[in-house]
């Protein structure tokens, strides 16, 4: 079990590296860097939920849903309580307050969330890790927005802003009707969306290039949000669900709510404050100082994880 872990993390780690390396050396613009992310976003990230529909629904597909949507909208319940009450220790003046609470509460779950369930639950990963970040859209775009920006956001930009919302929805008919598309189209399925990890983290190491190391190290708030975000959070998760087990719940479930908690900060808190006019710099670098710590906290959540779960398995 240990070795396989390790050799799936050290690859995946392997693909940042690479990234960055192309990126510090000039072999890719910056521009190329952000067209990149969207042909993540907008392509190979939604055909590889699509996919993930086509699985063989068993008997027990429709209890697993329930589950996994419930486990979801329960944890981001209790992270959003448990922030609320932690950040009042902060101190955090202006919009600076409701970026933290963000930072804490909306992990990648997207664009490194998919790509890591994918690698270590594969297909039947990418399909659990939809229904998460279903709730995560649901949450975002009411309690984030609202915190950035003081407004109440609204849900019709769930599917004009988020291409894994539509893509999950057409996910979720596919698997209700178990129709398998013809053979071409599931083909240009699997293919385009077996890019989604490589080039996902190819995407994050370049944008550790752009570091501001000395920046990072001053902010002392930065490093309660990665503990808080990167350790914290996944590691209560796994507490308060490991008696699930016992209830018949499918161990895998709770491994990919597991995984999903354990991402680093999210990329769309930078973007609304940006464009909220909320503290974008703040939000930027405390993404990137949980990315950077993220190397270090994953292998020991998802080890913790693996042994409390599957034991010696």
């Given at each position: 079990m240990l070795q396989s872990v390790l050799s799936q993390l050290a690859a995946m780690f392997m693909m940042v590296g690479t990234g960055y390396l192309v990126a510090k050396k000039g072999i890719v613009s910056e521009r190329f860097q952000s067209d990149l992310a969207e042909l993540v976003l907008w392509v190979a990230l939604p055909c590889s939920i699509v996919e993930s529909g086509t699985l063989d629904s068993g008997p027990d597909a429709l209890n697993s849903i329930l589950w996994m949507t419930a486990l979801s909208v329960a944890s981001y319940a209790l992270v959003i309580l448990a922030t609320e009450l932690f950040s009042r220790r902060m101190c955090l003046k202006g919009s600076r307050n409701g970026v933290?609470?963000?930072?804490?509460?909306?992990?990648?779950?997207?664009?490194?969330?998919?790509?890591?369930?994918?690698?270590?639950?594969?297909?039947?990963?990418?399909?659990?890790?939809?229904?998460?970040?279903?709730?995560?859209?649901?949450?975002?775009?009411?309690?984030?927005?609202?915190?950035i920006s003081g407004r109440v956001g609204g849900f019709r930009i769930l599917f004009t802003q988020d291409p894994g919302m539509a893509a999950t929805v057409v996910m979720l008919i596919l698997f209700a009707a178990q129709w398998k598309p013809p053979e071409l189209i599931r083909t240009f399925l699997s293919t385009v969306g077996a890019t989604c990890t490589p080039l996902s983290m190819f995407v994050v190491g370049c944008m550790l290039t752009r570091v501001n190391v000395r920046q990072l190290l001053r902010e002392k708030s930065y490093y309660a949000l990665a503990a808080f975000r990167l350790l914290a959070v996944p590691l209560f998760a796994l507490l308060v669900m490991?008696?699930?087990?016992?209830?018949?719940?499918?161990?895998?479930?709770?491994?990919?709510?597991?995984?999903?908690?354990?991402?680093?900060?999210?990329?769309?808190?930078?973007?609304?404050?940006?464009?909220?006019?909320?503290?974008?710099?703040?939000?930027?670098?405390g993404i990137v100082h949980t990315m950077i710590c993220f190397a270090l906290s994953l292998p020991m959540v998802i080890l913790t994880a693996k042994w409390a779960l599957y034991g010696g398995a």
């Amino acid at each position: 079990m240990l070795q396989s872990v390790l050799s799936q993390l050290a690859a995946m780690f392997m693909m940042v590296g690479t990234g960055y390396l192309v990126a510090k050396k000039g072999i890719v613009s910056e521009r190329f860097q952000s067209d990149l992310a969207e042909l993540v976003l907008w392509v190979a990230l939604p055909c590889s939920i699509v996919e993930s529909g086509t699985l063989d629904s068993g008997p027990d597909a429709l209890n697993s849903i329930l589950w996994m949507t419930a486990l979801s909208v329960a944890s981001y319940a209790l992270v959003i309580l448990a922030t609320e009450l932690f950040s009042r220790r902060m101190c955090l003046k202006g919009s600076r307050n409701g970026v933290f609470k963000c930072l804490i509460v909306f992990a990648n779950t997207a664009f490194v969330g998919y790509p890591v369930c994918s690698l270590l639950l594969g297909s039947k990963g990418v399909f659990y890790a939809s229904f998460f970040n279903m709730i995560f859209s649901l949450f975002f775009f009411t309690y984030g927005v609202k915190r950035i920006s003081g407004r109440v956001g609204g849900f019709r930009i769930l599917f004009t802003q988020d291409p894994g919302m539509a893509a999950t929805v057409v996910m979720l008919i596919l698997f209700a009707a178990q129709w398998k598309p013809p053979e071409l189209i599931r083909t240009f399925l699997s293919t385009v969306g077996a890019t989604c990890t490589p080039l996902s983290m190819f995407v994050v190491g370049c944008m550790l290039t752009r570091v501001n190391v000395r920046q990072l190290l001053r902010e002392k708030s930065y490093y309660a949000l990665a503990a808080f975000r990167l350790l914290a959070v996944p590691l209560f998760a796994l507490l308060v669900m490991l008696p699930l087990v016992k209830l018949g719940v499918d161990k895998d479930i709770i491994f990919a709510v597991i995984i999903m908690c354990a991402m680093p900060a999210g990329s769309l808190t930078a973007i609304y404050s940006e464009k909220y006019g909320a503290d974008a710099s703040y939000a930027s670098g405390g993404i990137v100082h949980t990315m950077i710590c993220f190397a270090l906290s994953l292998p020991m959540v998802i080890l913790t994880a693996k042994w409390a779960l599957y034991g010696g398995a």
